[in-house]
C-alpha cells in the first residue's frame, strides 16, 4: 500500500523517440507531471500523487527501450526539490535565456530572458522542438521575414509567440485545442510582461479547421506548427488556405525518422522545403507556400 502523504515516483531510461507517447500513457494513468533530467545519464521521471499505485509496470512493454529503473515514494517537501531539480535556466539560439519561474538568479545582459513555469503546459523551451522552432525565428528575422499576422499553432503556453514579439513580429495570434492552455498563455504573458507588455499576441482556445471561427483572419504572412507530424498533415490542406503565396511555415515536433515524410508532405501541399534543423531525435523544418 502507498503510505498515506508519500508521492509515488518512476525514474526510467526512456529513448527520446518514446518519450511523448509514454508521456500521454503515464497521464492517462493519473501522472501529475513528467520531465527528463538535463544531466546524464538523462533519466525521465513520472511523478504521481499520494495514494497512486501507477500503472502496471507490464504496460512499459508497448513502448520499446523503455525501462522503469526505480519506483520511489517520498514527501511533499521532496517533491518541490526534485520537481525544481529537473529544470534549470538554459540558453536557446543567439537572443534568448529561459529561466523557471523560481530561478531569481542573475540575468544575461545581452538575452532576451524569457520566464516559464515547467509543467504549466507544452512550450517552456525545454523540449528540442521548441528551440529548433525558436532558432527559425532568429533565422527569420535577420532575413527581415518575420513579418505578420502570424498564427501559432498548438501554442501551448505561447512561447514561440513572444519569441516572435520580441523578434519585431507583430499581430501574432496564438491558440490551442486544449483548454488548459488559455489559463496556461495568459499566466505566461503575465510572468512576461516586463518583455512583451500587456498584449505581445492575442490567444484563444479553438479549432484551425473551423472555417466560422472568427479568431481566424487570413492570409497569413507566417504560420508556427510545433505539434505532432500526423496533426500537420491533417492540417495542411487548411494551411494552404488560410496563408499567401511566400508566407513562410515553421513545422516542428518531428522525428527525425519521420523527415522524409514530412517533406513529401509540405511538398504536396504547396509548401516547399527550404531548411531543416536538427536536435536529437527530432527535426524542424522551414517551408515556403508556392
Known sequence: MNPTGQHLRWRLSVPDSMEDGLSDWLQGFGATATYRDADPPN?????????????????LASF????????ERFGDEDWIAKSREGFGSFNVGSRFFIRPLWDQGPLPVDRFAITVNPGLAFGTGGHETTRLCMEFLEQLAKEGKLKGPILDIGAGTGILSLTAYLL????????????????????FITMNEGLGGPTPFDYFVGDLENERNE???PPYRGLLANILLLTIQDLLPRMAEITEPGAWLVASGILAECQDEALVSLAAHGFKPLKMLTEGAWVAILAERE
Open 43 to 59: 533519466d525521465f521521471y513520472a511523478y504521481f500523487k499520494p495514494g497512486s499505485e501507477g500503472p502496471d509496470p507490464a504496460g
Open 215 to 217: 479568431r481566424i483572419n
Open 168 to 187: 519585431g513580429a507583430r499581430s501574432i495570434t496564438a491558440f490551442d485545442i486544449d483548454p488548459d492552455c488559455g489559463p496556461a498563455m495568459q499566466e
Open 64 to 71: 520499446p527501450g523503455v525501462e522503469l529503473k526505480a519506483a
